[in-house]
């Protein structure tokens, strides 16, 4: 290999460990996003798991102070309410696990999709938005790409993906 062909080559490989570095770090910043996001929801329940002791103390202090029917209509209301509070809990722990679920599926394929368009020679950088479906499964939505547009590519999206063209967003630059 000539001297002018090893610099082309090292030139063509500098360029893919920068744009290797701008995928990771994009993808490093959406999961610190979605790491502040578990943070508010770990909050969430904490603040819920407070209320429901508080409750749960009230409910005790109640039951030793009152006597007679109040009692039972008093405790009824609080088991309502705690039963309430524990369903509230359970629907965040699920948020919380579904936002990680999205996050780790974002990831793969962005990568997968990269790997795809570097077999077919492109150089792009990729942009994976994935919501739950109708039955809570995630699901790619929507495509962004930033580099040569390619219409194999954007059929293999389509297809194997389950993202049609009016979802991909080509940014050509």
Known sequence: MSEQEMIKKLGELTSEVEKLKANK????????????????LRKQIEQLESFNA?????VKEQ??????GKLYEDYQEVCIKNSK???TV?????KISMLKAVGLIEAELES???????DMGLTLR?????????SGVPVPV???LTGPRSEVLSRWLETELGVPAERQVWNEN
């Open 112 to 118: 997968y999709i990269w790997d795809k368009a570097a």
């Open 90 to 94: 359970d629907v965040l722990v699920e």
């Open 25 to 40: 770090k994009s993808l490093a910043e959406r999961n610190m996003q979605a790491e502040k996001e578990n943070d508010d």
């Open 142 to 144: 929507s495509v962004e």
């Open 126 to 134: 990729v942009q994976v938005t994935v919501e739950p479906d109708g």
């Open 85 to 87: 509070l524990n369903a």
């Open 54 to 58: 508080e409750l749960n103390a009230t």
């Open 63 to 68: 039951t030793e102070m009152l006597n007679g």
